[in-house]
């Protein structure tokens, strides 16, 4: 069992829809990662969070150090943000980051 | 285009054949990284540079050689590959090893061995 877990592994949406992706780890960590990447490989650093609520555009990152648990939320969702989204948690006995195996997301018009 | 380069983008070889992934950052970050992404997998990390020195290697085949000459430079050196080592290659740097600020990934090197 991989210390990231990612939910769901595959979504659809609807164009303008919220959409949540959710990450539960289980290792102590000092930051967290919400990470995409667009067909053809290349990621984007999204949000590096060790606590509460980040805010960029209609991207929201959450995270409940107590709960273990991270949410990225997409407000007004566009086929644009069709990509897959990579939780990584920094921790655990080696403070390595480790990653989860993504959410591939697709917003279709 | 995010600061690290990745080069070449797309690479096939065969499994005899020789030949080098090439990375480059001008972000004048001093960890760099190789990651493998395989299809269903969780990034693998497998070579960490600081300052031009090896500071990891997690258990990655000797087929697989890595090289850093100089702080904005990393090489990963191939030979005698196995089909099951096609994956994407992401290449990534940050400021300091094991600190997150300015984490950057490049675009990858998509590599299929035939």
Redesign the interface.
């Known amino acids: 069992k ?1 210390e ?1 877990e990612q939910s769901p592994q595959n979504l659809t949406a609807q164009e303008g829809e919220f959409i949540t992706i959710n990450c539960s780890y289980s290792v102590g960590i000092s ?1 967290l ?1 919400w ?1 995409q990447q667009h067909p ?6 999204l949000f ?1 969070l060790s606590s509460g609520k980040k805010k960029h555009g209609r991207l929201i990152a959450t995270i409940n150090i107590q709960e273990k648990h991270s949410s990225l939320h997409i407000t007004a969702s566009h086929p644009r943000d069709s990509a897959v989204y ?1 939780c ?1 948690a ?1 921790g655990g006995a080696t ?8 959410t591939l997301l697709a917003v279709q018009p | 285009e995010t600061g690290v380069t990745q080069t070449p983008r797309h690479l096939v070889m065969g499994m005899t054949n020789k030949k080098s992934l090439k990375c480059e950052q001008h972000l004048g970050h001093n960890a760099m990284y190789w990651y493998k992404q395989s299809a269903k997998k969780p990034l693998e990390l497998m070579f960490v540079y600081s300052l031009e020195e090896r500071v990891e290697n997690n258990s990655v085949p000797s087929r697989f050689s890595p090289e850093c000459p100089n702080s904005s430079h990393l090489f990963l050196h191939l030979h005698t590959l196995q089909p099951e080592d096609s994956a994407l290659y992401l290449c990534a740097s940050s400021q300091v090893p094991g600190q997150d600020y300015g984490y950057t990934f490049g675009s990858g090197t998509r590599l299929t061995v035939v």
């Open positions: 991989n990231v930051a990662h990470l053809g490989g290349g990621i984007v650093s590096m990579i990584a920094r403070n390595k980051l480790i990653f989860g195996t993504g």
